[in-house]
């Protein structure tokens, strides 16, 4: 009964190949959020959206892109994959007050080799 | 820019109280708490609001001080349950409402044992 789930759980690429993750979501909320997550270093928002097409840069966006063409899925794709972006990504998601809180999907971690 | 946590890591027993805070250097218009617990994805635990009042989970709760942009989360009579690695979330605030955009903290460590 998961609002939101990532795919894949898991990935090995070699560095210089494109990388897509996706993120889908079954509540309807308006905001999603990708973030990486590295030892040390907390969780580091990399982009975000804020509707169907609308979205714009986090803190660590060099590298990454975005698209969202309808509502429930979010993607992000690594242009040509380097070593730097090995990392746990967390998608997360938000109704249009973040009283609740986010809800994270469970992660995708990504070996670049 | 990220809030700063601390204290970074923190070793409990069973029933022992813990304080965890978090500074900014913006003014905020939110801080958001989350627990992780290993292999797992971050679970929400509670919002301050600016201008709110004192938040409470259980044995879990926390306040927000506006003016010095802190936020403390109080963990009295700690459970095994609670082990894991929090943090915190803070919103800046643009025209009197909130970023819609989350700044974590790096995390703090919480480990309980028997």
């Known amino acids: 009964d998961a609002g939101i789930t990532q795919s894949p759980r898991h990935k090995v690429t070699e560095t210089g190949t494109p990388v897509t993750l996706r993120c889908h979501q079954t509540e309807n909320h308006r905001y999603m959020y990708w973030y990486r997550q590295d030892p040390g270093h907390g969780l580091r928002l990399i982009h975000y959206?804020?509707?169907?097409?609308?979205?714009d840069k986090g803190e660590v966006s060099d590298g990454y892109s975005v698209s969202r063409s309808k509502t429930e899925d979010f993607l992000l794709t690594l242009e040509s994959a380097t070593s730097s972006q090995t990392s746990v990504y967390f998608c997360?998601?938000?109704?249009?007050?973040?009283?609740?809180?986010?809800?994270f999907g469970s992660g995708t971690r990504l070996t670049v080799v | 820019q990220q809030p700063v946590q601390s204290p970074q890591a923190v070793i409990l027993r069973e029933g022992e109280d813990a304080v965890i805070n978090c500074s900014s250097s913006k003014a905020l218009y939110s801080v958001h708490w989350y627990r992780q617990k290993h292999g797992e994805a971050p679970v929400f635990l509670m919002i301050?609001?600016?201008?709110?009042e004192q938040k409470g989970h259980e044995k879990i709760s926390a306040s927000f001080n506006e003016k010095k942009q802190q936020s403390s989360l109080y963990l009295t009579a700690s459970q095994l349950s609670y082990s894991g690695t929090y943090f915190c979330?803070?919103?800046?605030?643009?025209?009197?409402?909130?970023?819609?955009?989350?700044?974590f903290g790096k995390g703090t460590k919480l480990s309980v044992i028997p």
């Open positions: 997360a998601i938000s109704e249009q007050d973040s009283y609740y809180g986010y809800t």
């Open positions: 301050l609001l600016k201008g709110g």
């Open positions: 979330g803070t919103e800046r605030g643009l025209s009197g409402a909130g970023s819609y955009q989350l700044t």
């Open positions: 959206s804020y509707g169907v097409k609308d979205t």
